[in-house]
């Protein structure tokens, strides 16, 4: 039940005491009993949910404060259910991880894991194992909004997306991408779902977790919301007012393989709202994700992500709900917009989904030797995202690479090598340990360097200087 007026800006605890006020109003005159009351909504929308008669429910309606009264929705888990794995069971992965800390590729692919120590993220799912050892919890502020189960995760979803965002840096499971920050568990989906292929995250739930981190989550804090389903206005209205509300939140593109513009509440579009598709250890596309732009801002690791489980487990699963927690982490541990590391191979809608990092992509360079007037010349192309070229040279027989200049430019040739000492020091030259050798990575201008570029040296061969190039990089 959603009352007129709804907000539409940030909302002060005097407008909220107001809803409070109205709802108590709206269950007196209709006799609502107060414990057929299940949520009251008063951050991030105006309203309630409650068990009501047939008769309730038509009077509601014909109520002039009364904007609509509508029957509860079923959303979904982002996971993959039904998988089959090999060695990746529960048990192995458990032992395997017991022996050292596994840092995840998802983790790395998005330039993890980072220092989350202080920071806070919100996770709206099926709750967190409160005292799995590699998680740092927030008991204090964890809440279960499903009636008949505690916030401790009794499925392992909500503690696999805690994970991903913030497993510690320690000697044991995982590793987070803002690893250790603190995680608060709003459980808003059923342990088990009541039937095989069945929902088990009622809108109701959903909402009220919504109105609740609108209401409790400070600045710079995020929330994540690995869940999906079918279309609800009214739920894309929360999430929408929570980001105006100054909430950052991830949430995923679904699992369908289809359209994401059809579902709730991943098709929301907001400057505090990151839209997540998955892809694999490939940055292939993941055929399960949804696809879209908008309302998807980035793909994220969602294959094969190795996480926390319920009862102190470690557990391996795919979906877009393992995707968004990496966006989570970044925003988390570097407070700003991630960089795009790169883009996806194969996405659906042809328009493919930059990759989410806390790291640009910096092309390497491959470097082209020549010579000019009896001097070293470089050239190379210019690379994706460079802002200048650090050129690191070694002479003779040393093993000591140095940074030798630094240029703009994408062409160099080495004035100071004509030093006649330098041309006999080696006889004969040994690639790469010759006369003198040189390599170039490009840096981007917040400071991220690329790889090195292939090696180029030079030997002198009957009194002429002779380029040479390894091949690889
Ligand atoms: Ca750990
Ligand atoms: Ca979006
Ligand atoms: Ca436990
Ligand atoms: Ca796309």
Known sequence: MLFKNQFENRISEAIAQQSNVLIEQVRQDFNIRKDSIMHRYKYAL????????????????????????????LYSLGYIKNKTRLKSDNHVLKNNLNINQ???????????????????????????????????????NSVSFIATEPADDGNGHGTHVAGIIAAK??????????????????????????????????????????????????????????????????????????????????????NAGSNANDYSPGRANHSNIWTVSAHDNNDNFASFSNYGNPPIEYS????????LWKNGNTKTIDGTSMAAPHVAGILLATGQEPYTNKQVNNDPDSNPDPIASSEPYVGSPYV????????PKLDWSATEGAYEYEIHRK????????????????????????????????SPPSSPDGWVAYKVRAVHQDGFFSFFSNIVYYELSDGTIVPHSTSSK
């Open 46 to 73: 105006k309203g309630f949910s409650a068990k009501l008669t047939k008769n309730q429910v038509e009077a509601l309606e014909k109520d002039a404060r009364i904007l609509k009264v509508k029957p509860n929705k």
């Open 102 to 140: 596994t840092i995840p590729w998802g983790v790395t692919r998005v330039g993890g894991p980072l220092d989350g120590t202080g920071k806070k993220a919100w996770i709206l799912d099926t709750g967190i194992d409160l005292d799995h050892p590699d998680l740092n919890v927030d008991v204090a």
């Open 169 to 254: 840096n320690n000697s044991q499971d995982v590793v987070g991408v803002a690893a250790g920050a603190t995680v608060v568990a709003i459980k808003v989906c059923y342990d088990e779902s009541p039937g095989p292929g069945e929902d088990q995250c009622p809108e109701s739930s959903l909402l009220n977790g919504i109105d609740y981190i609108t209401n409790n989550a400070a600045p710079g804090d995020v929330v994540n919301i690995s869940i999906w389903g079918p279309i609800d206005t009214d739920l894309d209205n929360a999430v929408i007012n929570a980001a105006n509300n100054g909430v950052r939140l991830t949430l995923i593109s679904g």
């Open 300 to 307: 994220n690791p969602g294959v094969d992500i190795p996480s």
């Open 368 to 375: 082209i030797g020549s010579v000019q007037n009896d001097h």
């Open 395 to 426: 002479v003779g027989s040393s093993t000591t690479w140095g940074l030798w200049a630094t240029i703009s430019s994408t062409s160099y040739v080495d004035m100071m090598t004509s030093d006649p000492d330098l041309r006999v020091m080696s």
